[in-house]
């Protein structure tokens, strides 16, 4: 069974950054394929990053060059720096493992394994 819990969500002004952090259990932080996902109020959960095992990534185009993900293997743990945010980057983030087929890294139905996610709120 694969658990993850995310934290380091918060508020901050806009242009601010944060960073996010999801503590895998053992072993799933080198699982197939772990994601970033984020899903506002009244909007579908949408994919944010993803990590591959051998480290490629991939970004939805409305976080390229701002959010970067990250694994640290020894610490079992993923990571999402977020900068320069803007007040549309308010939502809940989760964190995600699966083993996504093709090109599908930021598909969420994809993705087996979910934490319980943690609120990231960015004011104008």
């Known amino acids: 069974q694969v658990q993850l819990v995310e934290s380091g969500g918060g508020s901050v002004q806009a242009g601010g950054s944060l960073r996010l952090s999801c503590a895998a259990s053992?072993?799933?932080?080198?699982?197939?394929?772990m994601g970033w996902f984020r899903q506002a109020p009244g909007q579908e959960r949408e994919g944010v990053a993803s990590i591959g095992q051998t480290g490629s990534t991939a970004y939805a185009d409305s976080v390229k060059g701002r959010f970067t993900i990250s694994k640290d293997i020894a610490k079992n743990t993923l990571y999402l720096q977020m900068n320069s945010l803007k007040p549309e980057d308010t939502a809940m983030y989760y964190c995600?493992?699966?083993?996504?087929?093709?090109?599908?890294?930021?598909?969420?139905?994809?993705?087996?394994?979910w934490g319980q996610g943690t609120q990231v709120t960015v004011s104008s």
């Open positions: 995600a493992a699966g083993y996504p087929t093709g090109d599908r890294f930021l598909v969420r139905y994809e993705y087996t394994y």
């Open positions: 053992e072993y799933a932080i080198n699982w197939g394929c």
